[in-house]
């Protein structure tokens, strides 16, 4: 058997060198993007969190049971939403979740038993404020933010014993009014603006 000796001069080896290192420098970045793609997660799709107001019956608070009062008119409470804040903090398991509405308000857990409003879990929000304004944008009420309609809505954090929980609600009354909406800034204040009768 015979080998054939290719002898290249200086200036075609450095040529045949360069060519190589390309191939190889080519190959590295190729297979560089292909395990990159495949070590990234797959982005889940966000969640939406929008209601839509205007889907929702406005009919106004029941002539019987308990009567919740928004600034003192009675409505009726048409959709709630809860989240935990903080990043690492849960929901209540759903067993429990409506007892600690009762931390909220005193009786709102009898309210939402008896108007069956529509019920949203968020995911973990990481501020107050984030979550008031989030709860505005996503549950736009029609008019000058409600203002003029039957539609109210209130946002803000509570304690539920020792856990901070995050609630919206939208409420409906009876006939238009200038209640709007309202931004929970203290828990204390949950009380002045959400009152449950029997």
Same mark, same amino acid.
Request: net charge negative.
């Given at each position: 058997?015979?080998?054939?000796?290719?002898?290249?001069?200086?200036? %075609?080896?450095?040529?045949? =060198?360069?060519?190589?290192?390309?191939?190889?420098?080519?190959?590295? +970045? =190729? +297979?560089?993007?292909?395990?990159?793609?495949?070590?990234?997660?797959?982005?889940?799709?966000?969640?939406?969190?929008?209601?839509?107001?205007?889907?929702?019956?406005?009919?106004?608070?029941?002539?019987? $049971?308990?009567?919740?009062?928004?600034?003192?008119?009675?409505?009726?409470?048409?959709?709630?939403?809860?989240?935990? /804040?903080? @990043?690492?903090?849960?929901? &209540?398991?759903?067993?429990? @979740?409506?007892?600690?509405?009762?931390?909220?308000? &005193?009786?709102?857990? *009898?309210?939402? *038993? %008896?108007?069956? &409003? +529509?019920?949203? &879990?968020?995911?973990?929000?990481?501020?107050?404020?984030?979550?008031?304004?989030?709860?505005?944008?996503?549950?736009?009420?029609? $008019?000058?933010? $409600?203002?003029?309609?039957?539609?109210?809505?209130?946002?803000?954090?509570?304690?539920?014993?020792?856990?901070?929980?995050?609630?919206?609600?939208?409420? /409906?009354?009876?006939?238009?009014?200038?209640? $709007?909406?309202?931004?929970?800034?203290? =828990?204390?204040?949950?009380?002045?603006?959400? @009152? =449950?009768?029997?």
């Amino acid at each position: 058997m015979e080998f054939v000796v290719i002898q290249l001069d200086e200036a %075609s080896l450095i040529v045949v =060198v360069a060519a190589v290192i390309g191939l190889l420098v080519l190959a590295l +970045l =190729v +297979l560089w993007i292909v395990r990159s793609r495949q070590r990234k997660p797959a982005r889940t799709p966000e969640a939406d969190l929008s209601i839509d107001v205007a889907s929702l019956s406005s009919e106004g608070p029941p002539s019987e $049971g308990p009567v919740l009062e928004f600034l003192g008119m009675p409505v009726r409470l048409v959709a709630l939403v809860l989240a935990p /804040a903080g @990043r690492y903090s849960r929901l &209540p398991p759903e067993a429990q @979740r409506f007892g600690v509405l009762d931390d909220l308000t &005193p009786g709102l857990s *009898s309210i939402v *038993s %008896s108007h069956q &409003p +529509l019920f949203r &879990p968020w995911p973990n929000q990481l501020s107050t404020q984030g979550f008031i304004h989030a709860f505005f944008h996503h549950v736009h009420l029609p $008019g000058d933010q $409600g203002k003029g309609t039957p539609w109210c809505s209130a946002a803000g954090r509570f304690d539920a014993g020792d856990q901070q929980l995050l609630a919206g609600i939208l409420c /409906a009354a009876e006939r238009p009014n200038s209640l $709007g909406q309202v931004a929970i800034s203290n =828990v204390g204040q949950w009380w002045e603006v959400v @009152r =449950v009768k029997s």
